[in-house]
């Protein structure tokens, strides 16, 4: 059975400890290897051969690190078939899903490339008597990336581009349930003409997580995964004198206001709901018709879509969306929409006891739709990240604003409208991080940042864009002064003023 090891100064190390995790092929239901599960000795040699290896990282000049970010995104594109098959097979999405991973991160390396224009800082000229002053962004150090399982290429690429092109050196702890494309990226990544030092994977569980907040020389840590571990990471973090971005769960709500184009909408909402089984944090698994004619009308239009949905393999090239990532999350899924019948909401759709021929064993959940879920229930309050969407009924524009605008997540939003006017007051209002308008999955391009609001993340800045490259640096501020010798009547006691 194979092995997925640390990745560690440009090698898969051999397995030389006791502790390791099974990794599995979900659509099979079947093992299909091991993870190595680090500790803090792992941790701590990865980080060591990384602070010996930084300042050298760092005093490339920029365009040379920017040019290891361009080899880096040729050959993904060259590998782009193999990793998007691995990315499948290891966590259940569909292909042409894993493709859309795999490049929405590639995004995020292309504005990488372009670091020596982001890094450059901001001059002042003769801000007094012979002085100019400038600001210059620095590296941190050695910074680490902590990441979930269900966006394997994309979320660690968010991390790894711009701390590397910032001149950091990274270590990566991938989630344990689907690391095999986080070690080969970094593998990639050493192709690509990084020093091999630069780039660390320290695979593994909770006990590398806690190595990486108790480990001394680590300036900074970005996390991603739910919101209970984000914030436990960001408080123990930042106790430690660490810089922390913690992003976590999400309950993302759709609002169908009467006017909406119908067709589009339920398109993108089954879309957004179902794909990838609903295990994306900007996933739309709430949906919040205004008034009771709209709702009917989307319920009816609903329940037909999901009849030509069809679940199938990863590999299937047909299906619009694959299985859940391992046995206990779809019996988790599975607890919670027995929840939701138990709770009062209408059961209209059950995905459970779905079973697909040939792949018995698999972790499918087929799809499942509520009706009138209300704001009291768990299952609306709490993250489910299956296929599972709900229903609920607003009776007016205001109301759906504060359904969001409440809930204890503040990620992801979307409105369905023809009319501008309700778009740009739900812009203006709605206590969410992200929102789209006519679009259901508004994830931000490359060049602006993600981030949600309450408890979708803890820290102030945001993944990737200027705000990524903030994260992952400092500013150093300059002062300068040249006299020309003629200046006299400086009393250096007093605070220096420009006057
Ligand atoms: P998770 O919280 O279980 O795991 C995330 C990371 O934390 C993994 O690397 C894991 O090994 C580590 N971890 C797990 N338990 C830990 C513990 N007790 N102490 C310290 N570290 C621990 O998340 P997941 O199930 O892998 O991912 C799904 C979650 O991530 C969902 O809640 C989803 O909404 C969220 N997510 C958020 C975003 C975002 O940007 N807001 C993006 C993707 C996923």
């Not at 620095?138 to 991390?159: D, E, H, R, S, Y």
């Not at 007051?425 to 940042?449: C, K, L, T, W």
């Not at 800045?461 to 009547?489: C, H, I």
Request: hydrophobic share 45%.
């Amino acid at each position: 059975m194979e092995l997925i090891p640390h990745f560690l100064s440009g090698e898969r190390v051999p397995h030389g400890q006791t502790r390791t995790g099974p990794v599995f092929n979900p659509s099979t239901g079947m093992q299909s290897g091991r993870v190595a599960l680090g500790n803090a000795d792992d941790l701590n040699r990865a980080v060591m051969a990384a602070k010996t290896a930084q300042p050298r990282w760092a005093a490339v000049n920029p365009q040379r690190r920017a040019r290891v970010m361009f080899r880096f995104k040729e050959l993904i594109e060259r590998d782009m078939e193999a990793l998007a098959r691995l990315l499948s097979v290891e966590h259940g999405k569909v292909i042409a899903d894993s493709r859309g991973d795999i490049l929405r991160g590639l995004e995020v390396i292309e504005f990488c490339a372009g670091i020596p224009h982001a890094l450059k800082g901001e001059y002042t000229q003769g801000a007094g008597p012979g002085i100019d002053v400038y600001s210059m962004r620095v590296p941190l150090g050695v910074v680490a990336g902590i990441t979930p399982f269900n966006f394997p290429a994309m979320i660690p690429m968010w991390m790894m581009g711009p701390a590397l092109a910032a001149g950091n050196a990274f270590i990566l702890k991938p989630s344990e349930r689907a690391p095999s494309v986080p070690v080969r990226l970094a593998e990639l990544l050493i192709e690509a003409g990084l020093p091999q030092d630069i780039m660390q994977v320290v695979n593994g569980d909770k006990e590398v997580v806690d190595a990486i907040i108790n480990h001394p020389d680590i300036a900074a840590i970005s996390f991603v995964g739910s919101s209970d571990i984000a914030h436990s990471v960001y408080a123990r973090g930042t106790a430690a004198g660490k810089r922390v971005q913690a992003m976590g769960g999400a309950k993302n709500h759709g609002i169908i206001m009467p006017d909406a184009d119908l067709d589009q909408a339920v398109s993108d909402i089954i879309g957004a709901a179902y794909g990838s089984a609903g295990e994306r944090c900007m996933a739309l698994p709430v949906v919040v018709p205004v008034g009771e004619e709209t709702a009917d009308r989307l319920r009816g239009r609903l329940v037909e879509a999901i009849s030509g949905l069809r679940v199938g393999s990863a590999l299937d090239p047909e299906a619009h969306y694959g299985p859940l990532i391992t046995a206990h999350h779809k019996a988790r899924v599975e607890h919670y929409i027995q929840m939701g019948v138990d709770e009062g909401a209408e059961l209209v759709v059950d995905g459970r006891d779905f079973e697909l021929q040939g792949y018995e064993q698999g972790f499918f959940v087929g799809p499942t739709l509520f009706d009138h879920v209300t704001t009291k229930m768990q299952t609306y309050t709490d993250e489910i990240f299956g296929p599972v969407l709900q229903i609920v009924r607003a009776k007016t524009f205001e109301e759906a604003v504060a359904l969001p605008s409440a809930h204890q997540y503040g990620n992801g939003v979307a409105i369905f409208t023809r009319n501008g006017h309700a778009a740009r007051e739900f812009i203006q209002r709605v206590d969410v991080g992200m929102v789209g308008v006519n679009v259901p999955v508004p994830v931000p391009v490359a060049y602006h940042s993600f981030g949600g609001w309450k408890r979708s993340a803890f820290g102030d800045m945001n993944q990737y864009g200027m705000e990524g490259l903030r994260f992952f640096t400092k500013t150093k501020l300059v002062t300068q002064r040249w006299p020309d010798g003629s200046a006299t009547g400086n009393n250096a006691f007093l605070i220096p003023t420009m006057a």
